[in-house]
């Protein structure tokens, strides 16, 4: 046991910043001394932002009503792939029964997966989960299938794009954070197949243009730029802050044939909504813009409806989920595969109880 | 020599600079005509504010011979402590400000003593204060991300500090401030002690120390003169952006220092003016935000930028390469 | 004796405004130790870097084995089989010996280093050179001594004909000297030809067969060393001609009181014990040959350097210098012997350079009165006669003696009592040396005090009214300028223990 509240500890050490998730599994120690709580580690993405804050208060409602006990930690920033692989030793050296992890980088966790797997720990992947693990080392994954989470962004706008085609060329801005995490890149490219599939199928012509990575796997928009009757411009900033999001994001919104905005995920929609603090171009009867995730910054645009909607995952559920895989899998059950779903937020729904719980600040 | 002269009294880097400015300006606004709009001008703004404070306070730090590379995690860090505090504790917002600036000359007396006391090379000690303020943004911020208030909750007054907004016309006032530093800072480096010394110990350490200069004292003047002014370009980037994440600012004070170089300050110490710093800073904020106006993938609007440091600093080693022969 | 190997004839070096060799001889044999004597600036370094090939030469030839040659670089003169030990140790300490002799010419097997063959090959020269160090150790745990063996040692590797030593005993321990020698006399039983620079009569007694002497960039004489005595040496290095009337006795009056009192100072291994005393009025002269320690001791003095131990006395009150902030406030000034590293600030303006030690003067506030300082600034370039367009000038681009009265105004301005000159007038072209010296003088009327450091016999005799003369980091002699002449103080300057 003392070497496990060291290796916690360790952990603890190793992940600056992720101060609340460990404050009191130190106090719940003593019982665990006679009892032997059932104990499982979590290696997240991060804690940078609230999300993860929600992810946590779902695993933990969840480990309370199961009775066991969770230890959760997270990098930095998403680009501190070798902090998070160094937690991931950590939570391997814990034996704990099983481990959830959100890989940062899949081949930067190769080793630590395999030592998990010698050492006959299984993995439930998470939130973006683990993609491309070795065979059989993630047991089930629980998270939002974000493919499908973009596809339910391009519904979402549809709706209220759908009007505003059809005299002349048209534009269809999209804003992605990054072009190399797979969360994103999923999303950006559901939001993309599903938003050409549905221009289509009305006998509109597309095309794709702007970053070379989402313009190579879109598929579908076979039309030239100069005859297309809409075209999708996907735009990426050199960095992942807010500023530099925005800083992309003010050109798409100047031009004068843009009619919507899609922002996926959190800080890139920021960048969107304060890129429209001067512009003054988004809102009922202008641009539609959409965002993904939430945050005070998001829901203060959703509820004044700059943002035309957004969506946003389930992090509760998905907390709830993972604790519950861990407790499966460590049970001896089979497991499978969760989505944790997700949901189309706008200023009509906002405060249902349904939305509101997953929604953060 | 003399039909020269005033080009030689403003110096030349500075004409340069400046031509290189109007040149961007003039391309940009040719490339796409919605870059010629008053909002641009303002987003243009919007970036101009942070790099500037930065990049005055990073001058000094630079003109000793030295540098601060804490001043880009710094900033977000005194923004995530200040506006922590504010948003989840309720302390007043002129409050917050406060705390976040002072948090910049904390850590600048931590540097100044580091490098100037304990003699660490400083590209060393910033570095690690760059990690130490990184890790404190966070354990501040209790990990979260920090939005400062906005639009219309209480306590958005202070984003009217930068952006006034009179009827529906937004006022890019923030540019008063940054002229207000500029001369002030201006003034410092020219007409007082303070400056004389930095620039005396940044052209030859040891000539000052042997004039009886107390050089310590001046070293770590020039580096809380840096951490004060990133505690500023907190201010200013919690004023103009929108919610501020633990864990950024990484590769901020590179644009600091690329645009403090480009506008003139020596890499070796001892050359360089404010005013030139000011003229870097705009054609740093003028590239970030030109660039995507001319749909250049991201990727390419990186190298541009190396490519424009790359010359700026050439021009500097050509001049060194004349002062010491 | 042995047959010739190297003759240097009418070798002939200018630099803009030095005539630095003046058609100079010098002739080897296989088999000899051949000292090159000459004081400071004699030429003998610029001799021997002709010689090597760094610097070429203007005028004169060199035969090496009865060819003409004519090195363009050191590897040339190297592969030629001419190699140079220098003073200073080219070592990279973190290397190992084997490393280090082949640096630059490493052994490989395909494209990889061929260590082994590194050690072997330096086995063997360690052997031939009877003394066992082992080639796999790292540099820098070697004492000074064994270090200056593996130089030598890479300079036998090269296979070479003739070896300078260019003052190798300075870091040496008695022992290691003698082991030195031993090997100095193998290498001239194996025929080589070996030139010995060095200022130390005793040694050059002991190991060389000849002495060549130079002075002022010409060639003196050769002597055959058995049949001179010391004195035959050193009447060679100074001549009898003296340039400048020397000062026949002090102006200073007996009873004048003593300004700066300094009471066994130690600092590091170049200052041991040094006391002196200098009165108000007086131009006291630090004389000595180079690394005596003189420099070190007025940076110790100065607060510039550490000091171990010592006491400093201003005006008979006992005073603490731990930095120069201390000294400039207990009114000591120091011109240090290398302007552009500790004189002046090369990229500022000669207002902003003379202000540089007093600006508070100058200040209102925080702010400078730049008016106030132009003001100051042109005053002291009337005064010291500099030679700049205006005083906003960059001092970069002033010649050396107008940068050293920058530097002097700068002293001048804070009104120091006591002023340390250091070499005051190295690279300054004749005309402004007399102005300096004018200068100095004039201070010492207006009752200033100096300390001058100088390694030009002349200076010295022609400006000091008391000469104290350090050798090895020791005052060997304090001399009335009544008393002094060029023979007594070389003698206390070769005066070791």
Same mark, same amino acid.
């Not at chain 1, 779903?341 to 729904?349: A, E, K, R, S």
């Given at each position: 046991?003392?070497?496990?509240?060291?290796?916690?500890?360790?952990?603890?050490?190793?992940?600056?910043?992720?101060?609340?998730?460990?404050?009191?599994?130190?106090?719940?120690?003593?019982?665990?001394?006679?009892?032997?709580?059932?104990?499982?580690?979590?290696?997240?993405?991060?804690?940078?932002?609230?999300?993860?804050?929600?992810?946590?208060?779902?695993?933990?409602?969840?480990?309370?009503?199961?009775?066991?006990?969770?230890?959760?930690?997270?990098?930095?920033?998403?680009?501190?792939?070798?902090?998070?692989?160094?937690?991931?030793?950590?939570?391997?050296?814990?034996?704990?029964?099983?481990?959830?992890?959100?890989?940062?980088?899949?081949?930067?966790?190769?080793?630590?997966?395999?030592?998990?797997?010698?050492?006959?720990?299984?993995?439930?992947?998470?939130?973006?989960?683990?993609?491309?693990?070795?065979?059989?080392?993630?047991?089930?994954?629980?998270?939002?299938?974000?493919?499908?989470?973009?596809?339910? @962004?391009?519904?979402?706008?549809?709706?209220?794009?759908?009007?505003?085609?059809?005299?002349?060329?048209?534009?269809?801005?999209?804003?992605?954070?990054?072009?190399?995490?797979?969360?994103?890149?999923?999303?950006?490219?559901g939001f993309i197949d599903k938003m050409v599939e549905l221009l289509k199928a009305d006998g509109y012509k597309v095309c794709v243009v702007g970053n070379d990575f989402y313009v190579g796997k879109a598929k579908g928009a076979d039309a030239k730029e100069a005859d297309a009757d809409v075209i999708i411009e996907v735009a990426v900033p050199a960095e992942t802050t807010t500023s530099a999001c925005q800083q992309v994001a003010e050109p798409v919104l100047q031009k004068s044939d843009t009619i919507a905005i899609f922002g996926s995920n959190q800080v890139s929609a920021e960048g969107i909504v304060n890129a429209n603090e001067t512009l003054k171009v988004c809102g009922p009867d202008k641009i539609v813009a959409v965002g993904f995730d939430s945050g005070s910054v998001l829901k203060a645009a959703v509820t004044d409806q700059t943002l035309f909607g957004a969506v946003t995952q389930a992090p509760v559920s998905i907390g709830e989920n993972l604790v519950q895989l861990l407790y499966d899998v460590s049970n001896g059950k089979d497991v499978k595969d969760v989505d944790t779903g997700c949901q189309w937020y706008n200023y009509q729904n906002i405060t249902d109880e349904e939305i509101a719980q997953n929604l953060y600040d | 020599m003399n039909n020269n002269s005033i080009i030689k009294k403003i110096g030349m880097q500075k004409v340069i600079t400046l031509g290189i400015l109007l040149l961007l300006l003039i391309f940009f606004s040719l490339a796409n005509p919605t870059f010629r709009k008053y909002t641009t001008f303002l987003s243009l703004m919007g970036y101009t504010y942070y790099i500037a404070f930065m990049a005055i306070g990073v001058t000094f730090p630079l003109l000793t011979g030295g540098v601060d590379l804490s001043v880009g995690t710094g900033l977000i860090c005194y923004a995530l402590a200040g506006g922590y505090l504010v948003v989840y504790k309720g302390w007043p917002v002129w409050l917050g400000l406060l705390i976040a600036v002072?948090?910049?000359?904390?850590?600048?007396?931590?540097?100044?003593?580091?490098?100037?006391?304990?003699?660490?090379?400083?590209?060393?000690?910033?570095?690690?204060?760059?990690?130490?303020?990184?890790?404190?943004?966070?354990?501040?911020?209790?990990?979260?991300?920090?939005?400062?208030?906005?639009?219309?909750?209480?306590?958005?007054?202070?984003?009217?500090?930068?952006?006034?907004?009179?009827?529906?016309?937004?006022?890019?006032?923030?540019?008063?401030?940054?002229? !207000?530093?500029?001369?002030?800072?201006?003034?410092?480096?020219?007409? /007082?002690?303070?400056?004389?010394?930095?620039?005396?110990?940044?052209?030859?350490?040891?000539?000052?120390?042997?004039?009886?200069?107390?050089?310590?004292?001046?070293? $770590?003047?020039?580096?809380?003169?840096?951490?004060?002014?990133?505690?500023?370009?907190?201010?200013?980037?919690? @004023?103009?952006?929108?919610?501020?994440?633990?864990?950024?600012?990484?590769?901020?004070?590179?644009?600091?220092?690329?645009?403090?170089?480009?506008?003139?300050?020596?890499?070796?110490?001892?050359?360089?003016?404010?005013?030139?710093?000011?003229?870097?800073?705009?054609?740093?904020?003028?590239?970030?935000?030109?660039?995507?106006?001319?749909?250049?993938?991201?990727?390419?609007?990186?190298?541009? $930028?190396?490519?424009?440091?790359?010359?700026?600093?050439?021009?500097?080693?050509?001049?060194?390469?004349?002062?010491? @022969? | 004796?042995?047959?010739?190997?190297?003759?240097?004839?009418?070798?002939?070096?200018?630099?803009?405004?030095?005539?630095?060799?003046?058609?100079?001889?010098?002739?080897?044999?296989?088999?000899?130790?051949?000292?090159?004597?000459?004081?400071?600036?004699?030429?003998?370094?610029?001799?021997?870097?002709?010689?090597?090939?760094?610097?070429?030469?203007?005028?004169?030839? $060199?035969?090496?084995?009865?060819?003409?040659?004519?090195?363009?670089?050191?590897?040339?003169?190297?592969?030629?089989?001419?190699?140079?030990?220098?003073?200073? !140790?080219?070592?990279?300490?973190?290397? /190992?010996?084997?490393?280090?002799?082949?640096?630059?010419?490493? *052994?490989?097997?395909?494209? *990889?280093?061929?260590?082994?063959?590194?050690?072997?090959?330096?086995?063997?020269?360690?052997?031939?050179?009877?003394?066992?160090?082992?080639?796999?150790?790292?540099?820098?745990?070697?004492?000074?001594?064994?270090?200056?063996?593996?130089?030598?040692?890479?300079?036998?590797?090269?296979?070479?004909?003739?070896?300078?030593?260019?003052?190798?005993?300075?870091?040496?321990?008695?022992?290691?000297?003698?082991?030195?020698?031993?090997?100095?006399?193998?290498?001239?039983?194996?025929?080589?030809?070996?030139?010995?620079?060095?200022?130390?009569?005793?040694?050059?007694?002991?190991?060389?067969?000849?002495?060549?002497?130079?002075?002022?960039?010409?060639?003196?004489? #050769?002597?055959?060393?058995?049949?001179? #005595?010391?004195?035959?040496? $050193?009447?060679?290095?100074?001549?009898?001609?003296?340039?400048?009337?020397?000062?026949?006795?002090?102006?200073?009056?007996?009873?004048?009181?003593?300004?700066?009192?300094?009471?066994? !100072?130690?600092?590091?291994?170049?200052?041991?014990?040094?006391?002196?005393?200098?009165?108000?009025?007086?131009?006291?002269?630090?004389?000595?040959?180079?690394?005596?320690?003189?420099?070190?001791?007025?940076?110790?003095?100065?607060?510039?350097?550490?000091?171990?131990?010592?006491?400093?006395?201003?005006?008979?009150?006992?005073?603490?210098?731990?930095?120069?902030?201390?000294?400039?406030?207990?009114?000591?000034?120091?011109?240090?012997?290398?302007?552009?590293?500790?004189?002046?600030?090369?990229?500022?303006?000669?207002?902003?350079? /003379?202000?540089?030690?007093?600006?508070?003067?100058?200040?209102?506030?925080?702010?400078?009165?730049?008016?106030?300082?132009?003001?100051?600034?042109?005053?002291?370039?009337?005064?010291?006669?500099?030679?700049?367009?205006?005083?906003?000038? !960059?001092?970069?681009?002033?010649?050396?003696?107008?940068?050293?009265?920058?530097?002097?105004?700068?002293?001048?301005?804070?009104?120091?009592?006591?002023?340390?000159?250091?070499?005051?007038?190295?690279?300054?072209?004749?005309?402004?040396?007399?102005?300096?010296?004018?200068?100095?003088?004039?201070?010492?009327?207006?009752?200033?005090?100096?300390?001058?450091?100088?390694?030009?016999?002349?200076?010295?005799?022609?400006?000091?009214?008391?000469?104290?003369?350090?050798?090895?980091?020791?005052?060997?002699?304090?001399?009335?300028?009544?008393?002094?002449?060029?023979?007594?103080?070389?003698?206390?300057?070769?005066?070791?223990?």
């Amino acid at each position: 046991m003392k070497k496990k509240l060291f290796a916690g500890l360790l952990t603890v050490a190793l992940a600056v910043g992720m101060l609340t998730g460990c404050g009191n599994s130190g106090s719940d120690d003593k019982k665990s001394g006679s009892d032997k709580k059932m104990s499982f580690e979590i290696v997240s993405k991060g804690f940078q932002s609230t999300y993860w804050q929600a992810v946590y208060k779902g695993a933990k409602a969840k480990a309370d009503e199961l009775g066991v006990e969770i230890n959760m930690v997270g990098p930095n920033t998403e680009s501190d792939v070798a902090d998070q692989v160094q937690m991931l030793n950590s939570a391997i050296n814990a034996q704990p029964p099983a481990i959830g992890l959100a890989a940062l980088d899949t081949d930067a966790c190769l080793d630590g997966i395999q030592s998990a797997m010698d050492a006959n720990i299984p993995i439930i992947g998470f939130d973006s989960g683990v993609p491309d693990a070795p065979e059989g080392a993630v047991y089930a994954n629980a998270a939002t299938d974000n493919y499908a989470a973009g596809k339910v @962004a391009a519904e979402g706008m549809y709706k209220g794009i759908k009007d505003k085609i059809g005299n002349g060329k048209v534009r269809i801005g999209e804003v992605n954070q990054d072009a190399t995490s797979e969360s994103i890149t999923q999303r950006g490219l559901g939001f993309i197949d599903k938003m050409v599939e549905l221009l289509k199928a009305d006998g509109y012509k597309v095309c794709v243009v702007g970053n070379d990575f989402y313009v190579g796997k879109a598929k579908g928009a076979d039309a030239k730029e100069a005859d297309a009757d809409v075209i999708i411009e996907v735009a990426v900033p050199a960095e992942t802050t807010t500023s530099a999001c925005q800083q992309v994001a003010e050109p798409v919104l100047q031009k004068s044939d843009t009619i919507a905005i899609f922002g996926s995920n959190q800080v890139s929609a920021e960048g969107i909504v304060n890129a429209n603090e001067t512009l003054k171009v988004c809102g009922p009867d202008k641009i539609v813009a959409v965002g993904f995730d939430s945050g005070s910054v998001l829901k203060a645009a959703v509820t004044d409806q700059t943002l035309f909607g957004a969506v946003t995952q389930a992090p509760v559920s998905i907390g709830e989920n993972l604790v519950q895989l861990l407790y499966d899998v460590s049970n001896g059950k089979d497991v499978k595969d969760v989505d944790t779903g997700c949901q189309w937020y706008n200023y009509q729904n906002i405060t249902d109880e349904e939305i509101a719980q997953n929604l953060y600040d | 020599m003399n039909n020269n002269s005033i080009i030689k009294k403003i110096g030349m880097q500075k004409v340069i600079t400046l031509g290189i400015l109007l040149l961007l300006l003039i391309f940009f606004s040719l490339a796409n005509p919605t870059f010629r709009k008053y909002t641009t001008f303002l987003s243009l703004m919007g970036y101009t504010y942070y790099i500037a404070f930065m990049a005055i306070g990073v001058t000094f730090p630079l003109l000793t011979g030295g540098v601060d590379l804490s001043v880009g995690t710094g900033l977000i860090c005194y923004a995530l402590a200040g506006g922590y505090l504010v948003v989840y504790k309720g302390w007043p917002v002129w409050l917050g400000l406060l705390i976040a600036v002072l948090f910049g000359v904390v850590i600048g007396l931590f540097n100044g003593f580091a490098v100037a006391v304990l003699d660490l090379p400083p590209f060393l000690a910033t570095l690690c204060t760059c990690m130490i303020t990184r890790g404190l943004g966070s354990i501040c911020s209790n990990g979260t991300g920090v939005p400062w208030p906005n639009g219309s909750a209480e306590g958005a007054w202070f984003r009217n500090l930068f952006r006034l907004k009179v009827g529906g016309v937004s006022i890019p006032i923030g540019i008063i401030w940054v002229v !207000l530093a500029v001369v002030i800072m201006s003034i410092v480096l020219n007409h /007082t002690r303070t400056g004389r010394y930095v620039l005396s110990i940044g052209s030859n350490k040891e000539a000052a120390k042997l004039c009886g200069i107390n050089v310590v004292r001046y070293q $770590i003047t020039a580096y809380v003169i840096s951490g004060f002014f990133a505690g500023l370009a907190g201010i200013a980037f919690a @004023a103009s952006f929108a919610t501020i994440q633990p864990g950024l600012g990484a590769g901020f004070e590179l644009d600091a220092i690329g645009a403090a170089i480009i506008g003139g300050v020596s890499t070796a110490g001892g050359y360089g003016t404010v005013t030139g710093t000011i003229l870097g800073v705009l054609i740093m904020s003028l590239l970030k935000t030109g660039l995507p106006y001319i749909d250049l993938q991201a990727n390419w609007q990186q190298i541009i $930028i190396g490519i424009v440091l790359i010359v700026a600093v050439m021009i500097d080693i050509i001049r060194s390469r004349r002062v010491s @022969a | 004796m042995g047959e010739v190997i190297l003759t240097m004839k009418g070798i002939d070096k200018s630099f803009p405004g030095v005539h630095a060799l003046n058609h100079v001889d010098l002739e080897i044999q296989k088999g000899e130790v051949h000292a090159l004597m000459g004081e400071n600036g004699a030429g003998k370094s610029t001799l021997m870097k002709v010689l090597t090939g760094i610097y070429s030469k203007d005028e004169g030839t $060199i035969y090496f084995e009865g060819k003409e040659v004519s090195f363009s670089n050191p590897k040339e003169a190297q592969t030629a089989g001419i190699v140079i030990v220098h003073q200073e !140790l080219n070592m990279m300490g973190h290397l /190992t010996v084997a490393q280090n002799i082949f640096a630059g010419r490493e *052994f490989r097997k395909g494209s *990889f280093i061929d260590d082994q063959k590194m050690i072997e090959e330096s086995n063997k020269i360690f052997k031939r050179m009877n003394i066992n160090i082992d080639p796999t150790e790292t540099m820098s745990n070697l004492t000074v001594g064994k270090q200056q063996m593996c130089e030598i040692a890479k300079a036998i590797s090269h296979d070479c004909k003739v070896i300078i030593f260019d003052e190798p005993s300075a870091a040496l321990t008695e022992s290691e000297i003698q082991e030195l020698f031993k090997i100095i006399r193998d290498l001239k039983k194996q025929g080589m030809g070996i030139v010995y620079i060095s200022h130390r009569m005793d040694e050059i007694k002991v190991i060389t067969d000849r002495v060549t002497v130079m002075r002022d960039g010409t060639y003196v004489g #050769t002597i055959i060393t058995e049949e001179s #005595t010391k004195d035959d040496i $050193i009447n060679m290095m100074v001549g009898r001609v003296i340039y400048e009337d020397p000062k026949t006795k002090s102006n200073v009056p007996k009873d004048a009181p003593v300004v700066l009192k300094v009471e066994h !100072l130690n600092a590091g291994k170049m200052v041991k014990d040094v006391s002196f005393e200098l009165h108000k009025g007086e131009i006291l002269g630090f004389s000595g040959l180079m690394g005596a320690g003189r420099t070190e001791t007025a940076r110790a003095l100065f607060g510039a350097d550490v000091k171990e131990s010592g006491d400093i006395f201003i005006n008979g009150k006992k005073v603490v210098i731990n930095n120069p902030m201390d000294a400039v406030k207990n009114g000591i000034g120091y011109l240090s012997e290398d302007r552009k590293r500790f004189g002046i600030v090369t990229g500022k303006s000669v207002a902003e350079n /003379t202000t540089m030690a007093t600006l508070e003067k100058y200040c209102k506030g925080p702010f400078i009165n730049k008016k106030k300082e132009k003001k100051t600034a042109k005053e002291y370039v009337k005064r010291l006669a500099t030679k700049t367009p205006n005083t906003e000038q !960059l001092v970069v681009n002033l010649s050396g003696g107008n940068q050293q009265k920058v530097v002097i105004a700068k002293w001048l301005v804070r009104d120091c009592d006591v002023l340390i000159f250091d070499e005051p007038t190295r690279g300054i072209d004749v005309g402004a040396k007399s102005e300096i010296y004018h200068l100095m003088n004039e201070l010492v009327e207006e009752g200033k005090s100096i300390i001058m450091i100088s390694s030009e016999m002349t200076e010295i005799l022609r400006m000091s009214d008391r000469i104290v003369v350090m050798c090895e980091g020791r005052k060997t002699a304090e001399i009335n300028i009544e008393d002094a002449s060029q023979e007594s103080i070389m003698h206390a300057a070769t005066l070791r223990d």
